[in-house]
């Protein structure tokens, strides 16, 4: 054996120097952070994780609507729970899924924006699709946003029905999109129409959209979805609060019942 051969030999077989505490800690605790950036490393596992925030869905549901099969959707939902970003329960035969804590929200959005920012192909492709539905107008956001607080707009809560009675914005209709078509009929004549759904990366809104122009309506879409709104610090609404205050506003509109009269004496 050569000299180079055998000095290549002895530094093979040389022991690793021990790692210190402060290194066996940080590989320790870098490989837990690791754990949550790999269950976000896929888009279908992203694109779950943006449904189950919309409110609590089983498994077969979130297939559906994310176009996986139920095998398929159930692993990926199974790598974001044992990253600690969504639990589940199971009734019976069904297994339905839910966001662990609102941090999980806060990160989507918190991801989504440094690929808005960082990454020139989300916007690029963002304006193809907008243009390919001829929607590719300027929007103010912030101007829009104030007419649906101050009700001055007819906004409509284009998602499916149990997405909005899990949190939607306040004052919304809940028309989803599918009903669309035969309830045009039920929206006030005259008035500006706001479409809004899961957020700007959700086409349910564009399509609602471009439906009620081609029907001639004045429709506009707002990017915000609820994560969006409660973000800004804005207030959601769920059926059950809402339903809540149709009830207390009722009550104070009632007559106040008449005193009651002694008879004479």
Not at 7 to 23: F, H, I, L
Not at 145 to 167: H, I, N, Q, S
Request: aromatic share 4%; proline share 6%; hydrophobic share 40%.
């Amino acid at each position: 054996m050569n000299g180079s051969a055998g000095k290549a030999a002895r530094t093979a077989a040389a022991p690793r120097a021990a790692r210190s505490p402060g290194r066996r800690f940080k590989d320790a605790i870098y490989a837990q952070f690791s754990r949550v950036s790999k269950a976000l490393a896929s888009p279908h596992r992203i694109e779950l994780l943006e449904l189950v925030a919309q409110g609590p869905r089983t498994v077969e549901r979130l297939g559906r609507l994310a176009d996986l099969g139920l095998a398929n959707a159930s692993q990926h939902l199974q790598v974001l729970r044992e990253a600690g970003l969504v639990e589940s329960t199971k009734q019976g035969l069904f297994v339905t899924y839910r966001l662990a804590d609102p941090l999980v929200g806060e990160l989507l959005l918190t991801l989504r924006r440094v690929a808005e920012r960082r990454l020139a192909e989300v916007e690029r492709i963002t304006r193809e699709f907008l243009a390919g539905h001829g929607q590719l107008e300027e929007v103010d956001e912030a101007a829009l946003r104030r007419k649906v607080r101050g009700g001055d707009v007819t906004l409509l809560d284009v998602r499916p029905p149990e997405e909005f009675e899990a949190g939607h914005i306040p004052g919304a209709l809940s028309v989803p999109l599918p009903d669309l078509a035969r309830r045009l009929a039920e929206l006030p004549k005259g008035q500006e129409i706001v479409a809004y759904c899961r957020g700007p990366y959700c086409v349910l809104a564009v399509e609602a959209v471009g439906l009620l122009r081609r029907r001639g309506l004045r429709a506009l879409r707002l990017e915000d979805g609820i994560l969006d709104w409660a973000a800004a610090g804005h207030r959601l609404e769920c059926a059950a609060t809402a339903s809540r205050a149709r009830s207390n506003s009722l009550a104070n509109q009632a007559p106040a019942p008449s005193p009651s009269r002694r008879p004479a004496r």
